[in-house]
């Protein structure tokens, strides 16, 4: 007679990223983990009696997840001296409050600059050598050639990952973790140092350009035309295959900065594999490399990134900029999930969170600085959040059967015609009807919502702001509205309340949620 003894692998319930199809999921104890998230400002983290006040407060905007920074200063303050004091805090608090974590390795870079660097490292130029601009000046951000830094940062990293390990590999407080923060070159497209120069006029490396090979057909459009423009050369320095110009500059930084990242991951992955991801601040339109934060994960450097940095589970954006569908179009890949880690915290968060989930499958979305005492954004936000919650299961199961959608309304695109089930659903804003005094202002709040077929012929809508009437998708057939209930799911069960008809369903000719109301139908 035998029995078996199960492994106690650390990979067993560990969280983690799949991707599978066109879809992917964040997984928390084997579970699917779909997160209503925030993310503290910069200095939060790094007092105590500071942070105290502020978890209850995040508790009632239905936060599931706190996403924190951890400063290497503080950590390492004497090399190979570590001090857990903060990240034990962070922990012990986001368990009592019932919360995930994300921390955020503020490491080698933050902001692109390399303020979070300890002082034994800021003070020791001769050992961890910054990056010179285009007269040689020096910049306040360590270059990505120095191996020391480099070795410096995977261990702090790699001992704050053997340190959550330690304290946390049973309980999953801790799910993710950011590499860096918004890494990017700035005021020049490269690094002018003597050993980026010394880089620069090596060959470009072959696993690159057998990467790029390997995936012509796939390049992001902006990296088609360099590669053609180079006219397809396969070996020489950087400028002789990708051509002279501020757009090689940043390829070539790419490379260097993607590497290092990546290697600071795998150090960290090695001790414990927690996903880990890197962020990126979008450059605005029309700026040259240099410019803006150059050399980031931004999206026409995507083929570099995936090429250089294989640890990475996917690179996010931070919302500071207009232009939400854009830029949510090109971060939304097979081989990349969506995952928003700051938006700014203003009005019209709360549906934006509906769209970035319903419509392209957003593992998380989470304000910055969402401690900050927003009122008009924060309490839309909370039940936009309890809403996302309540559906959470749902959700999950949707993205499995590709039967979920989501839009965002506003005056200027106020409505969107989408075909589920047997049906042509015609979503407007609210504000359409005209019904309200409203419907006459100059702007209209962003309104959304998320839409899960359940068969073909019976829908969950959460959101707000919106109105949907039916129609078949047969010419010659109506849709007709048999039943409408509003209610709630409690522990994932379906709660109905009022049944809505009459004036609530127009007498039968559509679905609706009014504007600064929230709730599921
Ligand atoms: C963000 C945050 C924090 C349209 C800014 C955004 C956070 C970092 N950086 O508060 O510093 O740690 O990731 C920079 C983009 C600002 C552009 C605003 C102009």
Same mark, same amino acid.
């Given at each position: 007679?035998?029995?078996?003894?199960?492994?106690?692998?650390?990979?067993?319930? *560990?969280?983690?990223?799949?991707?599978?199809?066109?879809?992917?999921?964040?997984?928390?104890?084997?579970a699917?983990?779909?997160?209503?998230?925030?993310?503290?400002?910069?200095?939060?983290?790094?007092?105590?009696?500071y942070? +105290?006040?502020?978890?209850?407060?995040?508790?009632?905007?239905?936060?599931?997840?706190?996403?924190?920074?951890?400063?290497?200063?503080?950590? =390492?303050?004497?090399?190979g001296?570590?001090?857990?004091?903060?990240?034990?805090?962070?922990?012990?608090s986001?368990?009592?409050?019932?919360?995930?974590?994300?921390?955020?390795?503020?490491g080698?870079?933050?902001?692109?600059?390399?303020?979070?660097?300890?002082?034994?490292?800021?003070?020791?130029?001769?050992?961890?050598?910054?990056?010179?601009?285009?007269?040689?000046?020096?910049? =306040?951000?360590?270059?990505?050639?120095? #191996?020391?830094?480099?070795?410096?940062?995977?261990?702090?990293?790699?001992?704050?990952?053997?340190?959550?390990?330690?304290?946390?590999?049973?309980?999953?407080?801790?799910?993710m973790?950011?590499?860096?923060?918004? *890494?990017?070159?700035?005021?020049?497209?490269?690094?002018?140092? #003597?050993?980026?120069? =010394?880089?620069? +006029?090596?060959?470009?490396?072959?696993?690159?350009?057998?990467?790029? !090979?390997?995936?012509?057909?796939?390049?992001?459009?902006?990296?088609?035309? *360099?590669?053609?423009?180079?006219?397809?050369?396969?070996?020489?320095?950087?400028?002789?295959?990708?051509?002279?110009?501020p757009a090689t500059?940043?390829?070539?930084?790419? @490379?260097?900065?993607?590497?290092?990242?990546?290697?600071?991951?795998?150090? &960290? #992955?090695?001790?414990?594999?927690?996903?880990?991801?890197?962020?990126?601040?979008? !450059?605005?339109? &029309?700026?040259?490399?240099?410019?803006?934060?150059?050399?980031?994960?931004?999206?026409?450097?995507?083929?570099?990134?995936?090429?250089?940095?294989?640890?990475?589970?996917?690179?996010?954006?931070?919302?500071?900029?207009? !232009?939400?569908?854009?830029? +949510?179009?090109?971060?939304?890949?097979?081989?990349?999930?969506?995952?928003?880690?700051?938006?700014?915290?203003?009005d019209?968060?709360d549906?934006?969170?509906?769209?970035?989930?319903?419509?392209?499958?957003?593992?998380?979305?989470?304000?910055?600085?969402?401690?900050?005492?927003?009122?008009?954004?924060?309490?839309?936000?909370?039940?936009?959040?309890?809403?996302?919650?309540?559906?959470?299961? /749902?959700?999950?199961?949707a993205?499995?059967?590709?039967?979920?959608?989501?839009?965002?309304?506003?005056?200027?695109?106020?409505?969107?015609?989408?075909?589920?089930?047997?049906?042509?659903?015609?979503?407007?804003?609210?504000?359409?009807? &005209? @019904?309200?005094? #409203?419907?006459? $202002?100059?702007?209209?709040?962003?309104?959304?919502?998320?839409?899960?077929?359940?068969?073909?012929? /019976?829908?969950?809508?959460?959101?707000?702001?919106?109105?949907?009437?039916?129609?078949?998708?047969?010419?010659?057939?109506?849709?007709?509205?048999?039943?409408? $209930? =509003?209610?709630?799911?409690?522990?994932?069960?379906?709660?109905?309340?009022?049944?809505? +008809?009459?004036? /609530? $369903?127009?007498?039968?000719?559509?679905?609706?949620?009014?504007?600064?109301?929230? &709730?599921?139908?």
């Amino acid at each position: 007679i035998l029995f078996k003894v199960k492994s106690q692998s650390l990979s067993q319930g *560990i969280p983690q990223v799949k991707y599978y199809g066109s879809n992917t999921e964040l997984l928390v104890d084997g579970a699917p983990y779909l997160m209503t998230g925030g993310e503290l400002g910069n200095s939060s983290a790094s007092s105590t009696p500071y942070m +105290n006040p502020i978890w209850p407060k995040l508790q009632k905007m239905h936060l599931n997840t706190v996403i924190a920074p951890v400063y290497w200063e503080l950590l =390492e303050p004497q090399e190979g001296k570590f001090n857990f004091t903060l990240v034990d805090y962070l922990i012990k608090s986001a368990r009592q409050h019932h919360m995930k974590l994300v921390l955020l390795w503020f490491g080698t870079w933050k902001n692109s600059m390399s303020c979070y660097s300890p002082g034994w490292v800021k003070t020791n130029q001769k050992h961890f050598p910054r990056v010179a601009n285009s007269t040689g000046g020096p910049e =306040e951000i360590i270059t990505p050639f120095s #191996k020391e830094a480099l070795l410096a940062d995977s261990k702090a990293f790699s001992s704050l990952m053997r340190h959550i390990k330690e304290t946390d590999s049973k309980f999953h407080t801790v799910i993710m973790v950011q590499v860096e923060n918004e *890494i990017g070159m700035l005021p020049d497209a490269r690094d002018h140092s #003597k050993l980026a120069d =010394e880089a620069f +006029n090596r060959p470009v490396p072959t696993k690159l350009i057998s990467w790029l !090979n390997s995936h012509k057909d796939k390049l992001v459009p902006e990296m088609q035309k *360099i590669w053609q423009d180079g006219g397809n050369k396969t070996s020489g320095n950087w400028e002789s295959v990708f051509g002279k110009s501020p757009a090689t500059d940043e390829l070539f930084m790419v @490379w260097y900065f993607a590497g290092y990242a990546n290697a600071v991951a795998k150090a &960290g #992955k090695a001790v414990y594999p927690l996903p880990m991801y890197v962020n990126a601040a979008l !450059n605005a339109p &029309g700026k040259k490399p240099g410019q803006y934060p150059s050399a980031g994960p931004l999206p026409h450097l995507i083929d570099i990134w995936k090429a250089a940095a294989p640890d990475i589970d996917f690179l996010s954006p931070d919302f500071y900029n207009p !232009n939400f569908k854009y830029w +949510n179009d090109r971060y939304t890949r097979p081989d990349n999930a969506l995952f928003i880690p700051e938006h700014r915290f203003e009005d019209g968060v709360d549906a934006k969170a509906f769209y970035a989930i319903g419509h392209y499958k957003a593992l998380g979305f989470s304000p910055f600085s969402i401690e900050t005492d927003n009122k008009t954004a924060g309490e839309p936000l909370g039940q936009s959040y309890s809403i996302i919650q309540q559906l959470a299961g /749902e959700i999950s199961k949707a993205k499995h059967k590709g039967t979920i959608d989501g839009v965002l309304l506003s005056k200027d695109a106020d409505t969107v015609r989408l075909q589920m089930g047997d049906y042509i659903l015609i979503v407007s804003h609210d504000l359409t009807l &005209g @019904w309200s005094p #409203k419907a006459k $202002d100059a702007s209209w709040p962003l309104t959304g919502g998320i839409i899960i077929a359940l068969g073909n012929d /019976e829908f969950y809508v959460g959101g707000t702001g919106l109105v949907i009437s039916f129609k078949s998708v047969k010419d010659g057939e109506r849709a007709g509205i048999l039943q409408v $209930d =509003e209610g709630v799911f409690v522990n994932g069960k379906w709660q109905p309340g009022r049944r809505l +008809n009459g004036d /609530e $369903d127009h007498q039968g000719r559509h679905l609706r949620i009014p504007v600064g109301e929230y &709730g599921i139908q």
